[in-house]
């Protein structure tokens, strides 16, 4: 398995690492990276491998079947070899953007309490569906000062890890209807925003800002009726 060095800092821009593997697509598996795979509702980050006095552009990354992070090379490149010593480095503007559009996700689900159907984040926002209740749909100024005053707090953001018997102890945890946190491995991770969690707190493998002030003004874009148990809140950067 990779080792994927982005959950326990998110601020590492690069990293040195082997090459263990090209898939038969033409995808680069390394012993270790910085670049997060598609997950979660958040894209996979792209940026480069530099090997041997080659750049070598990554599109995007993503897990195959095994579980693996494969580095998805853009089309018609040299690919490095199995053994072979590259340099992993983010487009981290890309990165960064992603990190506070995720962390954003976060005070939103945090500011409508109640379950969510499903999420994507893009590299300027994000939305979130939620299963809300026939007048009980939040007012869109309302939603928007409560995220930004959060924002304003600066509430520092934060990472611990569970065992997977912990996290059945306490199901509340888990906000999504459709989609649970992987197992597999023992434990899972969960993300505290604010003290000990009191703004939020819940599994999530994804990556994140070190305070909600590093997140920036944010605007409720939409509020929109998507079906039956559908209301989706779009978020921008403002």
Same mark, same amino acid.
């Given at each position: 398995?990779? =080792?994927?060095?982005?959950?326990?800092?998110?601020?590492?821009?690069?990293?040195?690492?082997?090459?263990?593997?090209?898939?038969?697509?033409?995808?680069?598996?390394?012993?270790?990276?910085?670049?997060?795979?598609?997950?979660?509702?958040?894209?996979?980050?792209?940026?480069?491998?530099?090997?041997?006095?080659?750049?070598?552009?990554?599109?995007?990354?993503?897990?195959?079947?095994?579980?693996?992070?494969?580095?998805?090379?853009?089309?018609?490149?040299?690919? *490095?070899?199995?053994?072979?010593?590259?340099?992993?480095?983010?487009?981290?503007?890309?990165?960064?953007?992603?990190?506070?559009?995720?962390?954003?996700?976060?005070?939103?689900?945090? =500011?409508?309490?109640?379950?969510?159907?499903?999420?994507?984040?893009?590299?300027?926002?994000?939305?979130?569906?939620?299963?809300?209740?026939?007048?009980?749909?939040?007012?869109?100024?309302?939603?928007?000062?409560?995220?930004?005053?959060?924002?304003?707090?600066?509430?520092?953001?934060?990472?611990?890890?569970?065992?997977?018997?912990?996290?059945?102890?306490?199901?509340?945890?888990?906000?999504?209807?459709?989609?649970?946190? *992987?197992?597999?491995?023992?434990?899972?991770?969960?993300?505290?925003?604010?003290?000990?969690?009191?703004?939020?707190?819940?599994?999530?493998?994804?990556?994140?800002?070190?305070?909600?002030?590093?997140?920036?003004?944010?605007?409720?874009?939409?509020?929109?009726?998507?079906?039956?148990?559908?209301?989706?809140?779009?978020?921008?950067?403002?």
């Amino acid at each position: 398995m990779t =080792a994927l060095l982005f959950r326990d800092d998110a601020y590492t821009k690069s990293c040195d690492a082997t090459v263990v593997d090209i898939n038969d697509r033409g995808g680069i598996v390394l012993d270790r990276t910085v670049f997060y795979p598609t997950a979660g509702g958040q894209p996979g980050d792209k940026g480069v491998l530099r090997a041997g006095g080659r750049t070598i552009t990554i599109a995007t990354t993503v897990y195959d079947e095994m579980k693996r992070a494969i580095h998805v090379p853009a089309e018609g490149q040299v690919l *490095p070899g199995a053994g072979e010593t590259v340099t992993a480095e983010l487009d981290w503007d890309s990165r960064h953007k992603l990190m506070r559009c995720h962390t954003m996700m976060h005070l939103l689900c945090a =500011a409508v309490p109640f379950p969510v159907t499903g999420s994507a984040i893009t590299g300027d926002g994000g939305r979130i569906d939620f299963d809300i209740p026939e007048g009980q749909i939040p007012d869109k100024l309302e939603l928007e000062a409560k995220i930004n005053g959060w924002i304003s707090e600066n509430h520092a953001v934060a990472t611990r890890w569970i065992t997977d018997e912990e996290l059945d102890a306490n199901p509340e945890l888990v906000r999504t209807m459709f989609v649970k946190p *992987p197992r597999g491995t023992g434990r899972v991770r969960l993300v505290l925003i604010g003290d000990g969690g009191k703004v939020d707190l819940q599994p999530c493998g994804g990556t994140h800002v070190l305070s909600t002030g590093e997140i920036g003004t944010i605007a409720v874009q939409k509020i929109e009726n998507k079906g039956k148990i559908n209301r989706r809140i779009r978020l921008v950067l403002a």
